[in-house]
């Protein structure tokens, strides 16, 4: 049985988004079930029933990237491939989804309040702090705005690894505070010199700063955390080897 999370949003009628999670497929222990990445060692004849059972679902044509924890977007055709490296992409057209796989980095999917344009983003933290402060949510923005999206953007933030799970080394913190030291606030201290890093709080501060206040989704707290839900998430953090699932919008 499907356990699909829909976005609470007011995006318009014509967008659809949903999230999968790990039940609903055909892979066995440990990628069960619906694992949908083709390179994480399941049986390719499992993840190839797994995204069919999603594609019907969705009733549009999914594209998967190979995500590299960049900042690159792709701007979707209805002949775009699979497995092009990016880690961003946008669609235009109807019936045409974006999307993006996730184990515990942040999925973060965007539309404008008119429906013209969809997007889906992969934020790990490497990929969210990027480079000069210009990260995977800056740049899919700066595509947003090419494709006529200049404002009245509506972000949704997927589930990923949570605050009280999401140790880190100095230098993610530092990553980020060379960016903007009022981050600080989202890291928290350990007592081995690891620190607890807030991933979906430094992405709404990063839309935030970017001018994106409608944000919905992950508030970091724990029924959005992949890796304290094992019976409803996939955690490559927890389990090391982990099925993936899929975030993904779409216009109709």
Avoid at 27 to 41: E, M, R
Avoid at 85 to 91: C, E, G, Q, Y
Avoid at 108 to 135: D, E
Wanted: charge should be negative; aromatic fraction near 6%.
């Amino acid at each position: 049985m499907t356990d699909y999370l829909i976005p609470q949003w007011p995006a318009p009628a014509q967008v659809r988004a949903l999230c999968t999670t790990r039940s609903g497929g055909v892979s066995q222990t440990p990628y069960d079930s619906l694992n949908l990445g083709d390179h994480v060692g399941d049986d390719p004849l499992a993840v190839e029933a797994n995204r069919a059972t999603l594609q019907s679902t969705l009733a549009a044509r999914l594209v998967f990237l190979s995500q590299v924890h960049g900042t690159d977007v792709l701007s979707l055709a209805p002949d775009s491939a699979h497995g092009i490296a990016a880690d961003a992409s946008l669609s235009t057209q109807t019936g045409l989804a974006c999307s993006i796989m996730v184990a515990d980095c942040l999925p973060v999917l965007f539309t404008n309040v008119q429906g013209s344009v969809v997007a889906a983003a992969h934020a790990g933290w490497r990929g969210l702090a990027g480079q000069g402060g210009r990260g995977v949510l800056e740049q899919t923005l700066n595509a947003l705005a090419a494709a006529g999206a200049a404002s009245d953007i509506l972000a949704w933030l997927g589930p990923c690894i949570g605050p009280q799970a999401f140790e880190v080394g100095e230098e993610v913190r530092d990553a980020f505070m060379a960016q903007d030291s009022a981050v600080q606030t989202l890291f928290k201290m350990q007592v081995n010199g690891k620190w607890l890093a807030d991933l979906p709080g430094l992405a709404r501060q990063r839309l935030r700063q970017a001018g994106v206040d409608q944000i919905y989704g992950n508030d970091g707290s724990f029924p959005w955390c992949t890796v304290s839900n094992p019976a409803r998430f996939f955690s490559h953090r927890r389990d090391r080897v982990s099925g993936r699932m899929a975030a993904c919008i779409w216009r109709v």
